[in-house]
């Protein structure tokens, strides 16, 4: 049983930055792809960073320059695996729930941000409010 568990959501005035954590704990393996996904309620779900086991990254247009997913490997094992997200110059339309998943398998980054739905294990979710 994996479970993934995400910190670091609050609240900040535009401009500000957070810093989102999240760590997936159960056996994943060695071949996988971590990513953040953010939601509003009643919009659909959207794909925000992704990252691979080999350190490839994708970004959505909307947070490119802004926002920088990182793992490090030097604290990951087959069944421990982390993710931050450094998320700068934030904006009103970044509000929303953050959520942290994992996926198993060799996929490349972009193909996990298409999985908004369909990735293997999910956190429950962090809450980000940019607001002044």
């Known amino acids: 049983q994996v479970q993934v568990m995400e910190s670091g959501g609050g609240s900040v005035q535009p401009g500000g930055s957070l810093r989102l954590s999240c760590v997936a704990s159960?056996?994943?393996?060695?071949?996988?792809?971590m990513g953040w996904f953010r939601q509003i309620p009643g919009q659909e779900r959207e794909g925000v960073a992704a990252?691979?086991?080999?350190?490839?990254?994708?970004?959505?247009?909307?947070v490119k320059d802004r926002f920088t997913i990182s793992q490090d490997l030097s604290k990951n094992t087959l069944d421990l695996h982390t993710t931050d997200l450094q998320m700068n110059s934030l904006k009103p339309e970044d509000t929303a729930m953050y959520y942290c998943a994992a996926t198993v398998g060799i996929l490349t980054p972009a193909q996990a941000l298409g999985l908004k739905y369909g990735m293997d294990y999910w956190g429950k979710g962090t809450l980000v409010n940019v607001s002044s």
């Open positions: 159960g056996y994943i393996g060695s071949t996988y792809c």
């Open positions: 990252i691979s086991y080999d350190g490839s990254i994708t970004y959505a247009d909307s």
